[in-house]
């Protein structure tokens, strides 16, 4: 999948603009070019554009041009919602099919959509008006994040063995005490490892300096002596075991793997996880929030506040400083 090849030159614009001035990543972008190429297609069949004979995944859309944007109406778009709600199929590669995508799913094309008419109307001028600026949002359901306890932490660690023990030990303790992203891992280089912070090259490629904890350090300076051995050009600070940059499919997969070892539930606990346990561990032991956010690289306040939820402390005092909770009635 290519959008240069596949996408008009109005959608190649707006993508590239994403890419190389936003500094958007290629899988960001790809999503974007997905989301944009499924609302097109829908509308070309729904006004009639699309030969009937052609099926839906092969509706080309190199000729959306601007006059066609411009006549898209909200609503157009809120039969596209409706669409991807009943119609929709959720997994293609699952034997039985099932229709209708989720509001989270739903929200995250439509954000699509809406950034492709601030792009023409904001950022370049091409239209005057976006048809779709107060267009309602699908409300999502947002799931508080799962983590492992400290004890949980440990037995993880305390379960690594094998041949790549001290390069997995490393990364393990990398993703529970900096909480850094799986991408940021699997691009960090010999010349980011400092002798007390990480230079971390996070999304949108803005630079941000993690500093380390005596296990860091440790476990770092143990790979450090494997690593060394590598008698390989490459700059990338995690090898695999061909002494290429480990991939973020490795990194899933040992993670998966560590998970299982110490008892716990690969089904349930994932490399990201490990970054909910970081984040998690750190506020409730007085981190404040800003400085979290800071520290996880979150462009937006509200997206690190998902954590302040995490921690029943306070909740469970709330409960037991209500005046009635002691009280009980009296049997007759």
């Not at 995944?57 to 809120?78: C, G, M, Q, R």
């Not at 300076?221 to 490459?234: M, Q």
């Not at 690289?297 to 002691?326: C, F, K, M, Q, W």
Request: proline share 3%; net charge positive; aromatic share 8%.
């Amino acid at each position: 999948m290519d959008y240069r090849t596949e996408a008009s030159g109005l959608i190649r614009d707006f993508l590239s603009y994403h890419e190389i001035i936003k500094g958007h990543s290629k899988k960001t972008i790809d999503e974007y070019f997905l989301d944009l190429r499924t609302f097109f297609r829908y509308l070309k069949i729904r006004r009639g554009l699309a030969d009937e004979n052609t099926p839906f995944d092969n509706i080309p859309i190199n000729d959306i041009d601007l006059d066609f944007v411009a006549t898209v109406t909200k609503s157009e778009v809120y039969d596209y919602l409706s669409f991807l709600s009943r119609d929709r199929v959720k997994n293609r590669r699952s034997k039985t099919p099932e229709y209708g995508l989720s509001a989270n799913s739903r929200a995250r094309k439509l954000s699509a959509i809406s950034s492709l008419f601030k792009y023409l109307t904001v950022k370049t001028g091409q239209l005057k008006d976006n048809p779709i600026e107060a267009i309602d949002t699908p409300k999502t359901r947002r799931s508080l994040p799962r983590y492992l306890t400290l004890e949980e932490s440990k037995k993880l660690l305390s379960s690594v063995d094998g041949l790549n023990r001290e390069r997995d030990i490393c990364i393990l303790t990398i993703f529970l005490n900096c909480g850094i992203r799986i991408s940021e891992l699997v691009g960090l280089n010999i010349g980011d490892i400092r002798s007390d912070h990480l230079r971390i090259l996070g999304k949108g490629n803005k630079e941000r300096i993690v500093y380390l904890n005596e296990a860091c350090v440790e476990t770092i300076n143990d790979y450090l002596k494997i690593r060394k051995k590598a008698k390989v050009n490459s700059p990338a600070f995690f090898l695999s075991t061909r002494n290429q940059r480990i991939s973020r499919s490795t990194v899933h997969t040992l993670v998966k793997k560590h998970i299982a070892a110490a008892g716990l539930s690969p089904k349930d606990y994932s490399s990201h996880k490990l970054r909910h346990t970081a984040a998690t561990l750190m506020l409730k032991n007085g981190v404040d929030l800003r400085t979290l956010q800071e520290l996880l690289g979150h462009e937006h306040i509200n997206t690190t506040e998902i954590y302040t939820h995490v921690d029943s402390t306070d909740l469970r005092i709330a409960a037991n400083a209500n005046p009635l909770s002691s009280f009980k009635p009296k049997n007759d």
